[in-house]
C-alpha cells in the first residue's frame, strides 16, 4: 500500500495506491450521484509512464446491465451484467489528467 492523497473535492473523491507489477496502481472513486470529477495524478519523481491503462465501472454502465434491450436487472437472476470499460491512455505523461465519471470506480494502471 501506498499513500494517496486527493486534494480538491475530498468529499467524493477517494483514493488508494499500492505497487502493482514493477508500477503503480491507483484505485479512485467519485461518490457523486451527479458530478463528473477531474482528477490530476502525480506520482513522486516521475514525469513519464511507458503505458496507463483506466478501467472504469460507472452507474451508467450498471444502468445498461439487465436484459439485452438494457432495461433494469432482473429479479429472476437472468441479467446481463455489462462489464468495465478499459482504456489506454497513448503517449501517457505525468501528471495525468482525468475525470471520474458520477457515481464511478476507476483502476489506473501506471507502468
Known amino acids: 500500500m501506498l499513500t494517496a492523497g486527493v486534494t ?3 468529499t467524493d473523491v477517494r483514493a488508494y495506491a499500492a ?7 491507483l484505485v ?11 482528477v490530476v495524478i502525480a506520482l513522486s519523481g516521475q514525469t513519464t509512464a511507458t ?5 472504469t465501472y460507472d452507474k451508467a454502465i450498471y444502468d445498461l446491465s439487465g436484459s439485452p434491450t438494457g432495461t433494469p436487472p ?3 437472476g437472468t441479467s446481463t451484467w455489462a462489464g468495465p470499460n ?5 503517449s501517457p505523461t505525468l501528471p495525468l489528467t482525468l475525470t471520474l465519471t458520477p457515481w464511478s470506480m476507476n483502476v489506473v494502471l501506471i507502468h
Do not use: M, Q
Not at 505497487?19 to 496502481?25: E, I, V
Not at 478499459?86 to 497513448?90: D, E, L, R
Open 51 to 55: 503505458t496507463v491503462t483506466v478501467i
Open 19 to 25: 505497487t502493482n507489477s514493477g508500477g503503480t496502481a
Open 74 to 76: 432482473d429479479p429472476h
Open 8 to 10: 480538491g473535492d475530498t
Open 28 to 38: 479512485l472513486f467519485n461518490r457523486s450521484e451527479t458530478t463528473s470529477e477531474p
Open 86 to 90: 478499459t482504456t489506454n491512455v497513448s
